[in-house]
Antibody
Framework: QVQLQESGPGLVKPAETLSLTCTVS????????WSWIRQPPGKGLEWIGY???????TYNPSLESRLSISLDTSKKQLSLRLSSVTAADTAVYYC??????????????????WGRGTTVTVSS | EIVLTQSPATLSLSPGERATLSCRASESVSSYLAWYQQKPGQAPRLLIYDASKRATGIPARFSGGGSGTDFTLTISSLEPEDFVFYYC?????????FGGGTKVEIK
């Protein structure tokens, strides 16, 4: 059973770069899409972006200029880097796997396996 | 981007009652809509995808319907653990977007 675990600094200073890692266990990263989603305190969910196991990325245009998502399949890790952060980037950050059909060829672009999330606060 | 509007913001019901949650899209998303449940302090859980397909392990009391711009999530008989938050999400276009959520609370 696939499990995801986010990790990274809980506190980041304004204007600095937020860096998070998601470690995948219990399954392969190959031929899957992997996504980052965030949730500001007391608010709803915002999709950040996703990456295919080949390295191809798709980002939310609202974050694209500051965002980089990468993965290392040998380490079974997914990474997120968000530069020039402000207080508006304070949120719980989740990594998630994107649902695919049982044959592994059709991707639904909904998130079926989620990590527990990690809280990031942007403050000086 | 496609805006999803969920209503009501809060739904007050009693255990055993039927809950009907709404999600309206700013433009047609065909049937490309999912519903998630989120309990306090936990990650969301996928309940329904492509409008009406139940995800693995989801109880039959959860059902989804609709197409185009109007969708519903129905919980046929509320259990105590169902009184939490629900979000819809579309995959018809990028960026992927979520609705603002509906809180189902005990009346």
């Amino acid at each position: 059973q696939v499990q995801l675990q986010e990790s990274g600094p809980g506190l980041v200073k304004p204007a600095e770069t937020l860096s998070l890692t998601c470690t995948v266990s219990g399954g392969s990263m190959s031929r899957y899409y992997w996504s980052w989603i965030r949730q500001p305190p007391g608010k709803g969910l915002e999709w950040i972006g996703y990456i295919y196991s080949s390295g191809k990325t798709t980002y939310n245009p609202s974050l694209e200029s500051r965002l980089s998502i990468s993965l290392d399949t040998s380490k079974k890790q997914l990474s997120l880097r968000l530069s020039s952060v402000t207080a508006a980037d304070t949120a719980v950050y989740y990594c998630a796997r994107i649902l695919q059909d049982s044959n592994g060829w059709y991707y639904y672009y909904y998130m079926d396996v989620w990590g527990r999330g990690t809280t990031v606060t942007v403050s000086s | 981007e496609i805006v999803l509007t969920q209503s009501p913001a809060t739904l007050s019901l009693s255990p055993g009652e039927r809950a009907t949650l709404s999600c309206r899209a700013s433009e047609s998303v065909s049937s490309y809509l999912a519903w998630y449940q989120q309990k306090p302090g936990q990650a969301p859980r996928l309940l329904i995808y492509d409008a009406s397909k139940r995800a693995t392990g989801i109880p039959a009391r959860f059902s989804g319907g609709g197409s185009g711009t109007d969708f519903t999530l129905t919980i046929s008989s509320l259990e105590p653990e169902d009184f939490v938050f629900y979000y819809c999400q579309q995959r018809s276009d990028r960026p992927l977007t979520f609705g603002g959520g509906t809180k189902v609370e005990i009346k």
